[in-house]
C-alpha cells in the first residue's frame, strides 16, 4: 500500500499538479504591487507561504523519485550481473557435459568393437557337440567388460 501511495505520490501527474500549484502562489505572491489589488491583496502572505512549501514539497518528492530510480537501477545491474554469471556457469556445465557425452560416445565405440570381435571370433570356432567355450573366452568376455 505504501509503494502505491509513494507511486502516486512521486507520479508526474503530481509533480506537474505542485509545480504549476508552486508557479502560481510565486505569481501571486512575488508579483510587485499585488498586494495592493482587492482581489489578490489578502492572500499574497499566504501565496508566499504556500509557494515555499510547495517548492519544498516538489524538492522532496523529486528526491525521493531519484533515490528510488537509481535504487531500482542498482537492483537491475546486480540482477543482470547474477544473470551473466548464471549464463557463465551454464556454458561451463554445458563444455563438460559435451566432453562427458563425447568420452560416453567414444567408450561406446569401444564396446562395440569389443563385441563385434567377439562375435566374429565365436563365428570362427567350429560347432563341436559340446560346450566350446575355453579360458580364452572367459577372459575376452572380461576384457569386453573392463
Known sequence: ????????????????????????ALIVGHVPLAKYLPVVGPYVVLARFVSYLALMLLAFLIGTRLADERAAVKQLKTDLAYARLQIEAQKVVAETAAKLR??????AATLDKKVTDYEDQLAKQPEGCGCAFDDGDVNSLRGIAR
Not at 500500500?1 to 502560481?24: H, Q
Open 1 to 24: 500500500m505504501s509503494d502505491l501511495i509513494w507511486s502516486l505520490a512521486t507520479s508526474y501527474l503530481s509533480l506537474t499538479g505542485i509545480g504549476i500549484l508552486a508557479a502560481v
Open 102 to 107: 563425447a568420452q560416453a560416445e567414444q567408450q
